[in-house]
């Protein structure tokens, strides 16, 4: 059975860089055809996509936070990380990583998720 | 504001069936058979419960049924239970350019 474990630093302060990493466990990272994804739910509102890594390494990110936003796999250690740079207050969120198949919106399996609060 | 529109409650009885629809656009959920369906409760991991217009994942109740019409999808959950109130999210491919956008989202309670 797939789980994905979110893991972050709860606080970040502004302007920093806040960084979330995902640990798979149950299946390869290296797997043909995964996507890897990021979601967040800002308190009380609906998901926002943020972006992917396919499992040959490429990426493809949120318009809106693509300026921002690198998401890097580590086959070494079977995780993903997302890095979203120069944060406001408007990033804390709960950080949902997610795994993709056939489809980058066939998110099959996610990860319970991670609160990240922005303070300034 | 989301990209896709859906109701932000809906409610019924145990027993009934309820409707949440999803209306997006030509960019994203009419031009592709490629919209799913997540079911969230509070502090746990969301769930996959539609992905490609009407498909289920293994697991999931025969209860829950998806489908699309132009530019608006639909998840029908017959025979409603208590456990069924949640949140849930439509998600809809955007084209390469946009990707991914989800609805904002429908609370469905259980009377």
């Known amino acids: 059975q797939v789980q994905l474990q979110e893991s972050g630093p709860g606080l970040v302060k502004s302007s920093q860089t806040l960084s979330v990493t995902c640990s798979v466990s149950g299946g390869s990272i290296s797997s043909v055809g995964y996507y890897w994804s990021w979601i967040r739910q800002h308190p009380g509102k609906g998901l926002e996509w943020i972006g992917y890594?396919?499992?040959?390494?490429?990426?493809n990110y949120n318009p809106s936070l693509r300026s921002r936003v690198t998401i890097s796999l580590d086959t070494s250690k079977n995780q993903y990380s997302l890095k979203l740079s120069s944060v406001t207050a408007a990033d804390t969120a709960v950080y949902y990583c997610?795994?993709?198949?056939?489809?980058?919106?066939?998110?099959?399996?996610w990860g319970q998720g991670a609160l990240v609060t922005v303070s300034s | 504001q989301s990209a896709l529109t859906q109701p932000a409650s809906v409610s019924g009885s145990p027993g009934q069936s309820i409707t949440i629809s999803c209306t997006g656009t030509s960019n994203d959920i009419g031009s592709y058979n490629l919209v799913s369906w997540y079911q969230l409760y509070p502090g746990k991991a969301p769930k996959l419960m539609i992905y490609e217009d009407s498909k289920r994942p293994s697991g999931v109740s025969t209860r829950f049924s998806g489908s699309t019409s132009g530019n608006t999808a639909s998840l029908t959950i017959s025979g409603l239970q208590t456990e069924d109130e949640a949140d849930y999210y439509c998600c809809s491919y955007a084209g390469s350019s946009t990707f991914v956008v989800f609805g904002g989202g429908t609370k469905l309670t259980v009377l």
């Open positions: 890594i396919y499992y040959s390494g490429s990426t």
């Open positions: 997610a795994r993709g198949l056939g489809a980058v919106v066939n998110l099959h399996y």
